[in-house]
């Protein structure tokens, strides 16, 4: 987000280009209708201008204090000592994973929204969708008995 500039903003398709990342790769985000809004709100700069800079005008080189003191003042991590049960940044990330998997979206679609090379990667979120496999049978379920009249057959009532 850092190098992010104003020709990699698509407000009216909802899209922001992504480029260096950590993959190496480009790929395109989604923006919510909040994210699409605040783009709205500020002044556009040229096509190749940074959208956040440091006080100097500068590409930003690191992540603000702000958000470690933030929580520490709420006491997020507090009486935690195992710091990979601590809330860092890139715990915005994680959350954003979990949150998508727990209300059903599919697994491809999360690691591609993440920016995973890998299916595999995502896997690491699928224990947070435990009912994901009943109700793709509950789906099923539902689309056969909404099947027309002789195009299921029971064959729990047929003998041979």
Do not use: C
């Amino acid at each position: 987000m850092f190098g992010l500039t104003w020709q990699d903003v698509d407000v009216a398709r909802g899209l922001l280009q992504l480029r260096d990342t950590k993959s190496g790769k480009t790929r395109a985000a989604i923006m919510t209708s909040s994210v699409k809004d605040m783009f709205d709100s500020r002044e556009r700069g040229e096509p190749s201008s940074l959208v956040f800079e440091d006080r100097r005008g500068k590409r930003i080189a690191s992540i603000s204090t702000t958000f470690d003191r933030v929580v520490k003042e709420i006491g997020l991590n507090e009486g935690i000592d195992d710091n990979r049960l601590r809330v860092v940044f890139h715990t915005l990330r994680h959350s954003f994973a979990s949150w998508l998997v727990q209300v059903g979206v599919p697994l491809y679609t999360v690691a591609k929204l993440m920016g995973h090379a890998t299916l595999r990667m995502t896997e690491r979120y699928s224990h947070l969708a435990p009912d994901h496999l009943q109700a793709a049978v509950k789906i099923l379920e539902a689309s056969m008995v909404k099947a027309k009249p002789g195009k299921v057959l029971d064959i729990a009532t047929r003998r041979g």
